[in-house]
C-alpha cells in the first residue's frame, strides 16, 4: 500500500521567507512517480511538479526548488521569498505505474502574511 | 484549448436526491479519473474509465455511487440517495493516451453540499 505525510498541517509565514513543506512516502514499488500539486483559495488544482523514482536530481525552477531523497523517502518543496499569492493548500501526491491512481497527502495549508 | 471541464461548479442537493456530476476530458485525452476531497482531506482516488469501460473503481463506495464514461459526451459521476457525508469536493482529471505516467489535468471540481 501507498502512504503519503505531510506532517506539517498549517505554516504561516511573513512573506519574502523562505519556507520548505515536508512529504514523506511509503512505497513498496520499484517504479513510482511524486507530484506536487497547489490548490489556491479559489479551489482548482495546479500540476507543480513531477518527478521518478530513477531521477534524484533536485530541481529549481524560480522561486519553487524539490529535494527529493530516497533514502529518507523524503519529497520536499521550498519556496524561496515567499509571496502573498503563494498563500494556498499545498499535496504532494504518489502513483505508481499509472499515474492517475495517486495516492495524496492531506495537505499543507501555506499562509504568507504580508 | 479547453482543460478538463466539469459542471456544475456548485450543486445543492437534499437528502435522498440523486447527484449527477459531468466532466468532460481534455481535448485527445480518453482516460479519465474521479477524486474526492472531503473538507480539510487530501484527495482520494475513486475511479478510473476509459471510453466505454471501468478500469479501476477499487475507491468508489459499493453503494450508491456509479461513474460511467460513454463513447460519447461527458463522463458522469452518480450518486443516488445522497447523504450529508457525500457533501465534498469531486474533481475529475484526464490523461494522455500514450503517456502512462503523464501528470494528471484537473478540473476546477464540483462542490456538492447535501441539506
Known amino acids: 500500500a501507498q502512504k503519503v505525510t505531510q506532517a506539517q498541517t498549517e505554516i504561516s509565514v511573513v512573506e519574502k521567507e523562505d519556507v520548505t513543506l515536508d512529504c514523506v512516502y511509503e512505497?513498496?514499488?520499484?517504479?513510482?512517480?511524486l507530484f506536487w500539486y497547489k490548490q489556491p483559495p479559489s479551489g482548482e488544482l495546479v500540476f507543480l511538479i513531477r518527478?521518478?523514482?530513477?531521477?534524484?536530481q533536485n530541481e529549481i525552477s524560480g522561486r519553487y526548488s524539490w529535494n527529493f531523497q530516497k533514502s529518507t523517502s523524503s519529497f520536499n518543496f521550498t519556496i524561496t521569498a515567499s509571496q502573498v499569492v503563494d498563500s494556498a493548500v499545498y499535496f504532494c501526491?504518489?502513483?505508481?505505474?499509472?499515474?492517475?491512481?495517486?495516492?495524496f497527502g492531506d495537505g499543507t495549508t501555506l499562509t504568507v502574511k504580508p | 484549448n479547453a482543460g478538463v471541464m466539469q459542471n456544475p461548479r456548485h450543486l445543492v442537493r437534499r437528502r435522498g436526491q440523486e447527484a449527477r456530476l459531468r466532466c468532460s476530458p481534455m481535448k485527445g485525452h480518453s482516460h479519465v479519473y474521479w477524486y474526492r476531497q472531503l473538507p480539510e482531506e487530501g484527495l482520494k482516488f475513486m475511479v478510473y474509465?476509459?471510453?466505454?469501460?471501468?478500469?479501476?473503481e477499487s475507491g468508489m463506495p459499493k453503494e450508491r455511487f456509479s461513474a460511467e464514461f460513454p463513447k460519447e459526451g461527458p463522463s458522469i459521476l452518480r450518486i443516488q440517495q445522497v447523504v450529508r457525508g457525500d457533501s465534498a469536493a469531486y474533481f475529475c482529471?484526464?490523461?494522455?493516451?500514450?503517456?502512462?505516467?503523464?501528470?494528471?489535468?484537473f478540473g476546477n471540481g464540483t462542490r456538492l453540499t447535501v441539506t
Open positions: 501526491a504518489l502513483s505508481g505505474t499509472n499515474a492517475g491512481k495517486s495516492t
Open positions: 518527478r521518478n523514482s530513477f531521477d534524484e
Open positions: 474509465l476509459q471510453k466505454e469501460n471501468i478500469i479501476d
Open positions: 482529471a484526464s490523461s494522455e493516451d500514450r503517456v502512462p505516467n503523464s501528470p494528471l489535468h
Open positions: 512505497t513498496r514499488d520499484t517504479t513510482y512517480y
